[in-house]
């Protein structure tokens, strides 16, 4: 039996719909990701699995048991706010000890899981200061002791890791993943950003107002997006518009508007004359010198139009001579190298059949 | 001129007319305040010289008006019923303000500055007619005293009359002094971020817990601000006594008052106000200092 099983569950405010007859469940242990951007419905699902919303329709269950009747305060379920939520009025360790003193633990056995915990997220040291005094990371993983202290049956972190720079927030998503493994909580994440999602899960729901639209492990997720919107919110994408032509001995013959006929891999409900998309990912897409021989099946010649230089990588922005363009990305792999063409270089780009992906539209 | 010295300069200029206001017209006058309580009064009120002047009338300074304090408890006494009054009066309004700071402070962002609007709308018409408006409602002829005595009545006990009553008096001065209590408690009680209680809803706080836990402490500086607006205020009120008290509930503020304007024994006057104003700053120091002890243990 799955820990969390949402079971068709709507909700409308007013006239709008932000959640529309979602169903998914969530295995014990597993760190579940909803991705999606803002809007789409995924922290008011968050707020009704924590208890602070209703569905208008469906069930939420835990353990197999409907949660409708029980309160926010009565879930064994903690949240780990955006903004922390930390009692500005109590200590770091008062914090962490909050939910234990709710649950009327003794104080001896208050004290002990309270350092425990802090251990756990590198806090001893910071037990007597008040929230104020600390920084930015530090009130995340306060917020995050004091979720995991009583060792809920389950932890909604809604977009955590918002609020912190770059680095810090890399820092983080390592220790999140270390921290979960160890205490072995369900993690129920929320966030807008995908690398974060694909870094971080087991399984990812994408959503898009108010659905899901896809629910999968991050390689899945990324490789193969079920439609449009999925393939162009994870990632960068080249998405082509296409039609299909031929379906036969394993390979796709299509038909892109503006560019001209490529083969990508069969997949078994494409018919001649469909409508689609092929997604097709950068650094699927090789680029090399124009004389360089191709042997793949779908290469095309053309001109530099534009990069961008992020350090391990450039992408390159290609206008093909039929005017068609098409981003590729390559490794910087050569030390002090920042890019192999030039802004006007003649280029071939090319990509194996196998390499894109189609969706039905 | 260099930036730091003009930005001192600016500091200055800003600063150097309350400075001197304050000095002109709160030091200056304190301070003589200070020095009446050591001399003699004057023959027909006022002070008695400092220096002699030579028809063997009292003169200098003396510690005679504190030892007149100290040898009748009836000073005292009047002093305890203040303070006595004073507390509930502040415990009252607390009790009452809170909810209503909640309610405005819980209320759409619209609505908050029309609420606020109507706390201080009693402000727009001068107090002592407000206060006189409470004696026609605690008058003998008036609904209140009429149902009460009614009641009281028909289980075969005596009237009683409303007006001239510690209680009128106690009616006047929560009337006169809740606006200071909600407003401090409204400013601090806005300021709340809602995720907190939504925080300890999620971490297993009942209804209950998350006042006393979040609400109530995160009010506090609220609370003590609001409890010295009308604690202090109602200490030396003498108006509302006079008006709305019987004989018996004179309070420092009568005394005081009476000192300078009836008995015009302006150091005796002056001695009681230097009392009372010890008294306050005392408290305050108490109170700051048990704050302190609180957050240290905590």
């Not at chain 1, 078994?268 to 090399?288: F, N, S, T």
């Not at chain 2, 709340?192 to 939504?198: A, F, N």
């Not at chain 2, 300078?260 to 302006?266: E, T």
Request: aromatic share 10%.
């Amino acid at each position: 039996m799955a820990l969390l099983e949402i079971r068709n569950i709507t909700r409308r405010f007013g006239e709008f719909e932000a959640v529309k007859d979602v169903s998914f469940s969530v295995e014990s242990g597993e760190f579940f990701t909803l991705l999606g951007p803002s809007g789409c419905g995924k922290t008011t699902i968050l707020r009704m699995i924590a208890g602070f919303d209703l569905p208008d329709a469906g069930q939420i269950l835990l353990d197999g048991r409907d949660l409708a009747t029980t309160p926010a305060e009565k879930r064994p379920i903690h949240t780990v706010f955006q903004s922390y939520a930390l009692f500005p009025h109590l200590t770091v360790g008062q914090n962490v000890a909050f939910p234990l003193r709710m649950a009327g633990i003794n104080p001896g056995e208050i004290r002990r899981r309270v350092r425990e915990t802090l251990a756990q997220v590198h806090l001893d040291e910071l037990a007597e200061h008040f929230p104020h005094e600390i920084s930015g990371g530090q009130k995340q993983r306060v917020a995050l002791a004091r979720g995991l202290v009583n060792r809920p049956r389950l932890l909604l972190l809604d977009e955590p890791l918002g609020a912190l720079d770059l680095k810090l927030r890399e820092e983080m998503q390592l220790e999140l993943i270390k921290l979960q493994r160890e205490v072995g909580v369900t993690f129920v994440f929320v966030t807008h950003a995908q690398p974060e999602a694909l870094a971080l899960s087991h399984r990812i729901a994408v959503m898009n107002q108010g659905r899901v639209e896809q629910l999968d492990i991050p390689a899945r997720i990324y490789s193969f997006p079920h439609n449009r919107f999925v393939a162009d919110f994870i990632g960068n994408c080249n998405l082509l518009q296409v039609s299909v032509l031929e379906n036969r001995e394993g390979n796709l013959r299509l038909a892109v508007a503006g560019l001209g006929e490529i083969l990508a891999a069969a997949v078994a409900d494409a018919k001649p004359g469909d409508l689609g998309v092929l997604a097709l990912r950068p650094e699927q897409i090789r680029i090399g010198a124009v004389d360089s021989t191709a042997s793949a099946a779908n290469s095309f010649a053309g001109k530099v139009r534009d990069y961008l230089y992020v350090g391990d990588v450039t992408t390159y922005q290609v206008t093909l001579d039929n005017g068609y363009e098409l981003t590729s990305l390559r490794a910087n792999d050569t030390a002090g190298r920042a890019r192999f063409f030039e802004l006007g270089d003649r280029v071939r780009v090319s990509w194996p059949v196998e390499a894109g992906h189609y969706v039905r539209d | 001129m260099s930036e730091t010295s003009q930005n001192r300069w600016t500091r200055w200029a800003i600063s150097a007319p309350p400075t001197l206001f304050l000095l002109a017209f709160f030091l200056v006058p304190a301070l003589i305040v200070v020095l009446a309580s050591f001399q003699f009064p004057g023959e027909f009120g006022g002070l008695a010289p400092l220096t002699d002047p030579g028809d063997g009338r009292e003169h200098g300074f003396t510690l005679e008006n504190y030892q007149f304090f100290s040898s009748d408890f009836l000073f005292t006494e009047i002093f305890l019923r203040s303070f006595l009054v004073a507390s509930a009066a502040t415990l009252i309004c607390l009790l009452m303000a809170y909810p209503v700071a909640w309610l405005i402070a819980k209320s759409p962002k619209q609505r908050r500055d029309f609420l606020v609007l109507l706390v201080i709308l009693p402000f727009a018409s001068n107090f002592l007619i407000r206060v006189y408006a409470w004696m026609i409602i605690l008058g003998p002829q008036a609904a209140l005293a009429r149902l009460i005595n009614g009641v009281l009545a028909t289980f075969g006990l005596e009237p009683v009359s409303l007006l001239f009553s510690p209680f009128a008096v106690l009616v006047g001065m929560v009337y006169v002094h809740l606006p200071f209590m909600i407003l401090p408690l409204y400013t601090n009680l806005e300021k709340h971020d809602p995720v907190w209680l939504d925080a300890a809803e999620d971490l297993g706080a009942n209804a209950w817990q998350r006042f006393w836990r979040v609400t109530w402490p995160l009010s506090l500086p609220g609370v003590f601000s609001g409890s010295a607006l009308v604690f202090i205020p109602v200490l030396g009120m003498f108006a509302i006594p006079d008006i709305l008290g019987g004989t018996r509930d004179m309070l420092i503020g009568n005394l005081i008052k009476d000192q300078f304007l009836g008995v015009r024994d302006w150091p005796f006057g002056a001695t009681l106000s230097i009392i009372l104003t010890l008294c306050v700053l005392l408290l305050a120091a108490l109170a700051s200092w048990a704050g302190r002890v609180r957050r240290g243990a905590s």
